[in-house]
């Protein structure tokens, strides 16, 4: 095939040509050179905690404020981090920090500080597997944006901003069952339920993503919810299937490979000597996304369990998919905690029936709802006790 | 990496451009030869099996045929080195080094290899490092690049123009504008030829429970009959019910397997066009090139071309060889590379 760019393209592949080998020089630099690598990698081989070690001892530093005015006495029970014997680290994470290396166990920095870390919440039930066989990791991100957060700021787990996405929309009409009924019509009246029942706590601001039938590009949902700044995410979609006898009950979240994280992380320390503030901050959000993927996981699971009991009383042929991972654009994109949950199964005659009446949506608006509180309780159950005597809601500064 | 490869001789030098895929990966070389591999590795797990497969090390199908045998990796499954994976970064080398000694005439000492490595895009921003560390062992100088942007440079795409490469495990997009393509020029998705692979395994197990098939003979079916839109005939395949072979009607399933990773695409493909100026955009709308064995997919070309005409004049090209526009795009960029560029890399 021949596309021939009009111009002569000469220089322009001259100038490319120098481009892939300056690219290649800077990458060549970042490949630590064989004999001092091994010597560096047998002092620091520098797994995730220990990592994080280092991290939380540069953050120590900018965040003296913070620490002086906090009261540890206060915090009942110091938690510690739940380091693996034996790192398992990719071989590229050796690291040159300007810092002594801490050993594992130990925030080398005196006063040891309480490392808090979340325990793996459990599945709601057996119904489910998740891997939850990492260790969790908190949003530091707050840290770093506020000096002067209060403790339950502080592991971000005051959810404040809910953004429901109710799925398709405008010329967009999502699944049809054979009577005509229309997923982006259906999704759109349910999310507008579940707003108003989650507003009802008045502990949630709750915002849709769309209002009317409108038609809206993915990107444009997840530019949304980025800039609402969404704490929980949650698209609303209705299966069709082939197969119309089954009401399939399914919930998605993206599991993107946690590698890319850590390789990122990783070769973000490789560019530098020090670590400067910004860069630190890219690290910083790159583990907040490995708390997305699992907060994702467990408020897939509750959703999923409370959607599919309640629904299958009604209904013996409702099927369980379970808890799915999935390269969904929207739940890609969203910084916060995401999931797609396919609530019913327009393609069953009955469930479009069903889905027809205003007394049906409201009931599954209830289960979604349930789902939704019970995740959040169960987050904020994982705060480190001493939350209560800080009551102030994280403001929307940050 | 020290200056004595500058000494040696250009003539004895054997150039390759290697293009490492999530499933298949294929080299070219200044000497004329060509192969390709599925990206398969596979160790023998203990010594018995070590006898049995007669070998410390298989690649591609015979990896595949042995897998019992063997401790199976395929390194770039989704587009990226897993972490904390040494073996699979270990499987990258032994790939490249298999493929090496496939294109050699005679036992040429590695020194004299110069190669141009296209790796998938997603991999490129996140395993350039421990790619090039992985490979520099065989290769006297080697440089690495996006495999869409070789695929680019092939075709001299070298600006306004959008290279589409549709793989088993990612579909990377770069669009060229006259420099070598930033962060920001491309993107990569997920929605590949594996996902239509387990779609289409999803939609027939729905309606042939009772038949008895796998992903690899889903994806032969894919790979024979693929397309999107109008089917010119009913696709039917021989698949077992209780063992004995029965004829199946897939049409439908395998469309709309095929159609399910046009969203994403058509959604990338615009928004990456969106970002540069009207003028550019016409241009850019106009030459967009299709590449990756999912290229092949009946009818895709059309359509695409049909979605981006509604926002204006557009082209969708298909490049001639999908099996090995990337390894010859990467060996013309090998070829193109001034000698003093060599010698310091
Ligand atoms: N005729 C075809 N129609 C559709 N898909 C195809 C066809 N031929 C090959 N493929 C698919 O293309 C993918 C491999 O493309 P390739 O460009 O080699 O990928 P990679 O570079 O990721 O290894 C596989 O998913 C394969 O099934
Ligand atoms: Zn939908």
Redesign the pocket.
């Known amino acids: 095939m021949a596309i021939r760019n009009p111009a002569d393209s000469t220089d322009l592949r001259k100038a490319i040509l120098k481009g892939v080998y300056d690219e290649n020089l800077r990458i060549d630099s970042m490949v630590p050179d064989p004999v001092t690598a091994r010597r560096r990698r047998r002092r620091s081989r520098i797994g995730n905690p220990v990592l994080l070690s280092v991290l939380l001892l540069v953050a120590a530093s900018s965040l003296a404020g913070f620490l002086a005015s906090w009261n540890p006495a206060e915090v009942a029970e110091p938690v510690a981090v739940d380091v693996p014997a034996e790192p398992e680290s990719p071989q590229i994470t050796t690291v040159e920090v300007k810092v002594p290396v801490p050993v594992p166990y130990a925030v080398p920095s005196a006063p040891p500080r309480p490392l808090f870390v979340l325990k793996p919440p459990e599945p709601v039930e057996k119904m489910v597997e998740v891997d939850f066989s990492r260790e969790k990791l908190l949003d530091y991100s707050l840290i770093l944006n506020n000096s002067q957060v209060r403790l339950s700021s502080l592991f971000g787990l005051d959810v404040q901003t809910i953004i429901i996405d109710p799925g398709h929309g405008g010329r967009d009409p999502g699944a049809i069952g054979v009577m005509g009924t229309k997923e982006k019509n259906i999704v759109l009246d349910i999310a507008k339920r579940l707003r108003d029942r989650l507003q009802e706590s008045g502990r949630y601001n709750v915002i849709l993503t769309r209002e009317e039938d409108t038609t809206m590009s993915l990107a444009r949902r997840v530019e949304f919810a980025n800039a609402g700044r969404a704490d929980l995410f949650i698209s609303l979609h209705v299966n069709a299937l082939p197969q119309q006898k089954v009401n399939l009950i399914e919930t998605y979240y993206y599991g993107p490979p946690s590698d890319i994280e850590t390789l990122k992380l990783a070769e973000q320390e490789n560019r530098g000597s020090g670590i400067k503030n910004r860069d630190f901050e890219n690290m910083i959000k790159k583990i907040g996304n490995t708390f997305k993927e699992q907060e994702s996981a467990t408020l897939a699971t509750a959703i999923q369990h409370s959607l599919f009991t309640n629904v299958k009383k009604y209904d013996k042929d409702t099927a369980d998919a379970g808890i799915k991972i999935a390269p969904f654009v929207v739940l890609l994109g969203v910084d916060a905690p995401s999931v797609l949950v396919e609530i019913s199964c327009i393609s069953k005659k009955q469930e479009e029936l069903k889905l027809n009446l205003p007394a049906y949506r409201e009931e599954i608006t209830t289960f979604l709802a349930e789902g939704t509180v019970r995740y959040l309780a169960k987050r904020n159950l994982q705060i480190v006790k001493g939350e209560e005597h800080d009551q102030k809601g994280r403001g929307k500064s940050s | 990496m020290t200056k004595k490869a500058a000494a040696k001789a250009a003539d004895e030098k054997i150039i390759v451009g290697i293009?490492?895929?999530?499933?298949?990966?294929?080299i070219s070389a200044s000497n004329g030869k060509r192969t390709?591999v599925d990206?398969y590795v596979g160790w023998p797990r203990d010594f018995i099996a070590r006898k049995v497969v007669g070998s410390s090390i298989l690649f591609g199908q015979e990896a595949l045929e042995h897998r019992l045998s063997l401790e199976l990796y395929r390194p770039?499954k989704n587009?990226v080195i897993k972490e904390g994976t040494a073996r699979d970064e270990e499987a990258v080398k032994e790939l490249i080094h298999h493929l090496i000694s496939l294109v050699q005439t005679k036992k040429t000492s590695t020194e004299k290899v110069r190669a141009v490595v296209g790796v998938?895009a997603e991999s490129f921003k996140v395993n350039k490092v421990a790619l090039k560390k992985a490979v520099a062992e065989f290769a006297e100088s080697l440089l690495v690049v996006s495999?869409p942007f070789a695929v680019a440079y092939g075709v001299n795409a070298l600006d306004n123009a959008m290279v589409i490469?549709?793989?088993?495990?990612?579909v990377d997009f770069c669009i060229m504008h006259g420099t070598v393509p930033s962060e920001e020029d491309q993107r990569t998705v997920l929605t590949?030829?594996?996902f239509?692979?387990q779609q289409l395994f999803n939609f027939l197990e729905e309606r042939y429970p009772d038949s008895d098939f796998n992903l690899n003979m889903v994806?032969r079916f894919?790979?024979?009959f693929?397309f999107i839109g109008e089917a010119d005939r009913a696709v039917k395949v021989d698949i077992p019910v209780d063992g004995k072979p029965t004829k199946h009607d897939i049409t439908d399933e395998l469309r709309r397997a095929?159609e399910s990773i046009l969203p994403a695409i058509v959604e990338s493909t615009l928004e990456l066009i969106a970002k540069f100026d009207p003028e550019y955009q016409d241009i850019i709308r106009q030459n967009v090139i299709l590449?990756?064995?999912?290229?092949?997919?009946?009818g895709l070309d059309e359509y695409l071309e049909n979605v981006l005409s509604e926002y204006g004049p557009a082209k969708v090209h298909l490049v001639d060889d999908?099996?090995f526009s990337?390894a010859d795009g990467a060996l013309a960029l090998a070829q193109d590379m001034p000698a003093e560029y060599w010698t310091d890399i």
């Open positions: 293009d490492l895929g999530t499933s298949r990966s294929a390709w990206s770039l587009g998938p495999e490469d549709i793989g088993a495990g990612t590949a030829g594996d239509i692979d994806r894919k790979e024979k693929s095929c590449a990756g064995g999912g290229s092949q997919i009946r999908p099996l990337g």
